[in-house]
């Protein structure tokens, strides 16, 4: 389920915002965690670090994937017996 709502925080003078209790529900951060700023232009997302780490890391590996021509399981299970059997 999509959920679509605003909300708004003060700058404080070191540049610090509070997120706002729904937004880190949202995003899924508590205490600790770490949240990434990806800016396009003059728009602004913010998302959990680790959540967008993983985000990129699937995009790379589709991009191998792509580059290899692995779209099936099979593909991935030929693509392994060919590596094992180049180091022996």
Same mark, same amino acid.
């Given at each position: 389920m999509q959920t679509t709502f605003a909300d708004s925080a003060k700058v404080m003078s070191k540049g610090q915002v509070t997120i706002p209790k729904e937004v880190r529900k949202v995003l899924g951060v508590q205490s600790g965690d770490k949240v990434t700023f990806v800016v396009k232009g003059k728009t602004v997302r913010v998302m959990n670090s680790a959540s967008y780490a993983m985000r990129l890391l699937q995009q =790379?590996? $589709? @991009? !191998? +994937? =792509?580059? /290899?021509? !692995? @779209?099936? @399981? @099979? =593909? !991935? +299970? $030929? /693509?392994?017996s060919s590596v094992r059997s180049e180091r022996q």
């Amino acid at each position: 389920m999509q959920t679509t709502f605003a909300d708004s925080a003060k700058v404080m003078s070191k540049g610090q915002v509070t997120i706002p209790k729904e937004v880190r529900k949202v995003l899924g951060v508590q205490s600790g965690d770490k949240v990434t700023f990806v800016v396009k232009g003059k728009t602004v997302r913010v998302m959990n670090s680790a959540s967008y780490a993983m985000r990129l890391l699937q995009q =790379d590996m $589709s @991009e !191998v +994937a =792509d580059r /290899l021509g !692995v @779209e099936a @399981e @099979e =593909d !991935v +299970a $030929s /693509l392994i017996s060919s590596v094992r059997s180049e180091r022996q």
